[in-house]
């Protein structure tokens, strides 16, 4: 699908509310039950409390709704806890925020919201509550193997009523949903959000409300086979069609939950990303417009955590209750202090009502706050330790992650590079044999070089005799062929060389590797043993390029080395920082027919800063924007390189600026982008693959 579309994307109130209430529409299917579990555990005679213990809960849902319709009328392009924490309170605030989001959305992936869930309670509702009027509360019907009930005389300590009431709390799960994803919402997004926000928290007020309450009278006892809602729908249906109705709606929905995550956790963790705090890759769109990455690290997580803990519901949920009031707590004192910066600001209109805005998440946040003392307190010993503990070690992931990114970027920006208006090249060719794939690397040689350059080739035991002379009427030049002594791998052989060749700062040295491919196979061209490690360890020597010269044995080639009529050099680039100066100094240095470079846009929104940057640094060359409407560079790239080598006669020449990280697990961090052309263009005939690396530090 193509960027531009992704205004047709945008979700009317009707879709979004299914979309984005999943989670606490869901929650009623067992938060009433994990209250009744702490409370009968304690005594057997506890069903009175499970009605103030969930009106209590509804009332802090009031709330933080009423809360968080402050916040997506104050931040219409997204205000999640990640941004409101991090504006108002400081980075620190944010990203406590961001991981207890992020904790919770790989929690959540349980369930799918359907009208049809909905529609299925309201109906055992309306039932169950008409038969109480009537004739009675049905009772529950409960199966054999229930959980172990306290003693009936046994009291019920103020600790245990808490720790019910933390266990129901997770009845406000997914609140925040609808303030991360505000832009997915039809125009006017804001007035839309809190809309639907608004009918979120009346629909799973009065779900739970009413679940409770049938509970509660009708002695509902949890079971490890059959759930609380179960049992109820069983008692007031007296099994049949909407007994089942309810079973296939509540499984569906449980199953199903993870829609929710899948649409925030993405979503915050490409905001991370832009803002340095996450790998960019995050930050990719994919083929249908959403950040498949996060989708997919979403799932890997989530599918772990299963596995860890069985699936277990009630285990799990002791992890989920910290994040959802952490970030409840942050996002509600985020807005507070939001209020009193608008107060002091100079516009009339942001600032009306701001008295009344400050006292709704003041009492959120209060609120909030007083439930995650609660919660830590009663559930830390039953598992929330584990996400109190691991939140420390995210954050300090995030402050890695941005001091890489802030030193590469400093890295890049620092102008050490200076263009070059005839830059000086020595160019030394490695010949391993004679055969198409050299032929075509020593014509491409010729076409800037003249006969100016070395031939090098390391002996072997299998080398012949007579290399010397056939290299003479070979390369049809005066260049003397080198033979380097064997007895150790050729790699650190051709490296020494390499070292030895002196040189002044701002030239380069390119290292011409030709490769004669057997079949079209990446796997193939890797087990070239010599070539491909040879490549690998010159990407870390200074001043030195690397040019491969691939020939398919199936395309043939040259059978003597052809001097090109027409050599275009195409720099592809991301941004008009040192490594491309180098790249674009490097290209200048070939004398080929055209130099241009080509930036392939992503989003729209990049050529207004790539043309800026490019005319800041008073790059010498075109700068050609080609758009890459579905994000992905292949076609595009293809494109470009076929433009040229339709024609019988020309090479195109690609340079392309590489990053060499200090550590090895620094490239999980980066886009790879430049491994990605060199795949894509192995295999292209007549497309010499020329990297110019920039060693960080």
């Known amino acids: 699908m193509a960027t531009h579309r992704l205004e047709h994307t945008l979700l009317p109130k009707i879709l979004a509310l299914p979309v984005f209430s999943s989670d606490p529409l869901s929650s009623v299917a067992y938060a009433t039950e994990e209250s009744l579990r702490v409370l009968l555990a304690a005594s057997a005679t506890a069903f009175t409390l499970v009605m103030p213990i969930s009106i209590t809960i509804a009332a802090l849902l009031v709330i933080v709704v009423i809360s968080y319709r402050q916040t997506v009328r104050a931040y219409p392009n997204g205000g999640g806890a990640y941004i409101v924490s991090k504006e108002n309170l400081g980075v620190f605030p944010g990203l406590l925020a961001a991981a207890a989001l992020l904790t919770d959305y790989v929690l959540t992936v349980f369930a799918i919201p359907t009208y049809g869930f909905v529609a299925s309670i309201y109906v055992l509702l309306a039932v169950g509550l008409s038969r109480c009027l009537l004739s009675g509360c049905p009772h529950a019907v409960i199966p054999h193997d229930v959980i172990g009930l306290g003693p009936a005389a046994g009291g019920v300590s103020l600790f245990v009523i808490l720790h019910a009431f933390s266990s129901g709390s997770t009845a406000l799960t997914g609140v925040e949903a609808i303030s991360n994803g505000v832009p997915a919402f039809r125009r006017p997004q804001s007035r839309n959000a809190a809309a639907t926000l608004g009918i979120m928290g009346v629909i799973s007020i009065t779900m739970f409300l009413g679940i409770s309450f049938l509970a509660q009278n009708g002695k509902a006892i949890p079971s490890d086979t059959k759930s609380v809602v179960a049992q109820i729908a069983d008692g007031v249906f007296h099994g049949g069609f909407f007994y089942y109705g309810v079973q296939v709606f509540t499984a569906a929905i449980l199953i199903l939950a993870a829609n929710t995550s899948y649409q925030d956790f993405p979503r915050l963790s490409s905001i991370l990303a832009r803002d340095k705090f996450l790998p960019r890759q995050f930050e990719n769109r994919g083929d249908r417009l959403v950040f498949s990455n996060g989708v997919i690290v979403l799932a890997v997580l989530a599918s772990l955590l299963i596995y860890v803990f069985d699936a277990d519901l009630s285990r799990l949920i002791q992890l989920y209750v910290v994040g959802v009031f952490t970030s409840f707590t942050l996002s509600q004192s985020g807005m507070v202090r939001h209020w009193l910066k608008v107060r002091q600001g100079l516009d009339p209109d942001a600032s009306r009502g701001w008295k009344r805005s400050i006292v709704i998440n003041a009492v959120g946040a209060v609120a909030t706050g007083v439930v995650l003392v609660i919660v830590v307190e009663t559930k830390f ?14 954050i300090a992931g995030f402050y890695g992650i941005h001091r890489h990114y802030e030193g590469i970027f400093r890295q890049l920006h620092r102008g050490g590079a200076a263009l070059a208006e005839s830059p000086r090249n020595i160019v030394v060719l490695y010949v ?29 035991p299998d080398s012949p005799p007579d290399l010397s002379q056939r290299w003479k009427s070979f390369c049809r030049t005066t260049v003397e062929l080198e033979v380097l002594p064997g007895g150790r791998h050729p790699t650190t052989t051709v490296l020494e060389y390499v070292r030895s060749i002196p040189r002044e700062e701002g030239d380069f040295v390119t290292v011409v590797i030709p490769e004669l491919l057997a079949k079209r196979s990446l796997l193939s061209a890797v087990r070239r043993g010599t070539s491909f490690l040879l490549k690998v360890r010159l990407l870390s020597q200074p001043q030195v390029v690397i040019s491969d010269v691939p020939v398919l044995k199936e395309q043939g080639g040259p059978p003597a080395p052809l001097i090109p009529e027409w050599t275009v050099a195409l720099v592809f680039v991301s941004a008009a920082h040192d490594p491309t100066v180098r790249a674009v100094n490097y290209a200048r240095s070939l004398r080929a027919t055209e130099v241009r470079a080509v930036f392939f846009a992503l989003d729209p929104s990049e050529v207004d800063d790539i043309q800026r940057q490019w005319e800041e640094r008073r790059m010498p060359i075109a700068l050609d924007i080609v758009e ?41 961090l980066h886009n790879q982008r430049a491994l990605f052309i060199k795949r894509l263009l192995l295999f292209e005939p007549r497309v010499i693959l020329s990297s110019v690396p920039y060693k960080l530090k």
């Open 381 to 394: 010993i039953h598992g929330a330790w584990i996400v109190i503990a691991a939140m420390p070690l995210i």
């Open 432 to 460: 391993d044999e004679l055969n198409p794939a050299t032929a075509e690397a020593v014509g491409y040689v010729r076409s800037f070089t003249g006969g100016d350059f070395r031939a090098i080739h390391v002996q072997a």
């Open 628 to 668: 890459a409407p579905f994000r992905d560079l292949t076609a595009p790239i293809l494109n470009e390189v076929r433009r040229v080598t339709q024609h019988p006669d020309a090479v195109c020449a690609v340079i392309v600026p590489e990053l060499v990280v200090k550590k090895w697990w620094h490239n999980f």
